[in-house]
């Protein structure tokens, strides 16, 4: 039981290049979530997923963009990656049927735009 | 969403205890007060939820007035490894099908030291 795994681990970029980081769960929850955390700074949701096939926007979705496909995976895009864009992003999951709503979160990805 | 304020840091020993307070005057009726704990270069982990009175488990207490206008985590006898940014998340876990939104403000750099 791996819980939620994210890759790449970490990952540079130029700027306007692409790429897309990968979330899996095996958990069988039903929500996914996709932060950002930058230098010394809260976590800020992007976009989050309520379902297979759903996607929604978060605080800061601009340049992001999500696809759930499956149940247990999470995908989240970068079309044209931006300095502005370097961070550390989190994947998270929770159960629609918890009562805590407790989320569970990868190890991080960190990706670097020069 | 409510928002949370706290302070951005404490220092405390080994083995004493440490309390963090949260602000939220604004929380809402189906608001319920969660606390997560981050380590350097992880996700954060869930460590207690409440909505009002109070709450043990086998890491933290959490101690909810009846206004509900604040929280206080409680980590008895701290050790090294507890060093950490403690975040307070104010929200509704419910209902289920518009998926959990919790938001992380800055949190609490917490630092143990021996």
């Known amino acids: 039981n791996a819980g939620v795994t994210q890759t790449p681990k970490f990952r540079v970029l130029k700027t306007g290049q692409s790429m897309t980081l990968l979330c899996a769960q095996d958990?069988?929850?039903?929500?996914m979530y996709w932060y950002r955390q930058d230098p010394g700074m809260g976590l800020r949701l992007i976009h989050y997923?309520?379902?297979?096939?759903?996607?929604a926007k978060g605080e800061v979705p601009d340049g992001y963009n999500v696809s759930r496909l499956k149940k247990q995976n999470f995908l989240l895009g970068l079309e044209s990656a931006a300095p502005s864009q370097t961070s550390v992003y989190f994947c998270?999951?929770?159960?629609?049927?918890?009562?805590?709503?407790?989320?569970?979160f990868g190890e991080g990805s960190r990706l670097t735009v020069l | 969403l409510a928002k949370t304020t706290q302070p951005i840091s404490m220092d405390s020993y080994e083995g004493q205890e440490v309390n963090i307070t949260c602000s939220h005057n604004?929380?809402?009726?189906?608001?319920?007060i969660t606390w997560y704990q981050q380590f350097p270069s992880q996700g954060p982990r869930f460590i207690i939820q409440?909505?009002?009175t109070k709450v043990t488990n086998e890491v933290a207490s959490l101690f909810i007035p009846a206004d509900r206008k604040s929280s206080t985590l409680s980590l008895p006898r701290v050790s090294l490894s507890d060093t950490a940014v403690y975040y307070c998340?104010?929200?509704?876990?419910?209902?289920?099908?518009?998926?959990?939104?919790?938001?992380f403000g800055g949190g609490t750099r917490v630092l143990v030291k021996p």
């Open positions: 998270a999951s929770s159960d629609s049927a918890g009562n805590t709503g407790e989320l569970f």
């Open positions: 958990m069988n929850h039903e929500y």
């Open positions: 997923s309520v379902g297979e096939g759903t996607t």
């Open positions: 604004n929380i809402a009726t189906n608001d319920y």
């Open positions: 409440g909505y009002k």
């Open positions: 998340l104010v929200g509704d876990t419910l209902p289920r099908a518009a998926g959990n939104k919790l938001t």
